[in-house]
T-cell receptor, first 113, second 111 residues
Framework: GAGVSQSPSNKVTEKGKDVELRCDPI?????LYWYRQSLGQGLEFLIYFQGNSAPDKSGLPSDRFSAERTGGSVSTLTIQRTQQEDSAVYLCASSLLVQGEAFFGQGTRLTVV | SQQGEEDPQALSIQEGENATMNCSYKTSINNLQWYRQNSGRGLVHLIL?????REKHSGRLRVTLDTSKKSSSLLITASRAADTASYFC???????????FGSGTRLQVQP
């Protein structure tokens, strides 16, 4: 595809369940970011992948959150034992250059009930 | 904590007026970017200004950067109702390669 693709668009899950969110970056983009945005708020940095370097995990809010990027392409963000405060829009972005223009997907709206 | 903070948090103007949004940041940067977000979903890149640049234009957008004050401004001239959106600044920082976003300015342009 031409842009960053995220799936699912919307996810409703019960408290305590695990969820997986997927991001397909633009082909050839070596940098991939995950952010979280609560309603009416700014973007909270979660994790950053750059090529084969160790990911920057400094934004992950707890050990229930993890992410991986396979083959330098698709990334999966996993939230274990979801809590209501995890409800937010999860945004993925990719960029060709380090700290360059980031291209965003449309996000996954996660609702924990 | 946020690297960049925008002000005002919200701005309402009439169509045809100019809109100015400001961004302040805390540490030295390599570049600063501005993004637009409609309806709380994906962000769209507007403009990037490097730390050695002071001003940059793109269509109706004008961005300034003052590294001595650690601040930037985004000016939208001759605003249109379609400019209604949230606007965010994003910065890098030494030792952190990931972009850090501010809390955004919600712009409402009244037709």
């Amino acid at each position: 595809g031409a842009g960053v693709s995220q799936s699912p668009s919307n996810k409703v899950t019960e408290k305590g369940k695990d969820v997986e969110l997927r991001c397909d970056p633009i082909s050839g983009h070596t940098a991939l970011y995950w952010y979280r945005q609560s309603l009416g708020q700014g973007l909270e940095f979660l994790i950053y992948f750059q090529g084969n370097s160790a990911p920057d995990k400094s934004g992950l809010p707890s050990d229930r959150f993890s992410a991986e990027r396979t083959g330098g392409s698709v990334s999966t963000l996993t939230i274990q034992r979801t809590q209501q405060e995890d409800s937010a829009v999860y945004l993925c972005a990719s960029s060709l250059l380090v700290q360059g223009e980031a291209f965003f997907g449309q996000g996954t709206r996660l609702t924990v009930v | 904590s946020q690297q960049g903070e925008e002000d005002p948090q919200a701005l309402s103007i009439q169509e045809g007026e100019n809109a100015t949004m400001n961004c302040s940041y805390k540490t030295s940067i390599n570049n600063l970017q501005w993004y637009r977000q409609n309806s709380g979903r994906g962000l769209v890149h507007l403009i990037l200004i490097r730390s050695n640049e002071r001003e940059k234009h793109s269509g109706r957008l004008r961005v300034t950067l003052d590294t001595s004050k650690k601040s930037s401004s985004l000016l939208i001239t001759a605003s249109r109702a379609a400019d209604t959106a949230s606007y965010f600044c994003a910065t890098d920082a030494p030792g952190r390669r990931a972009l850090t976003f501010g809390s955004g300015t919600r712009l409402q342009v009244q037709p």
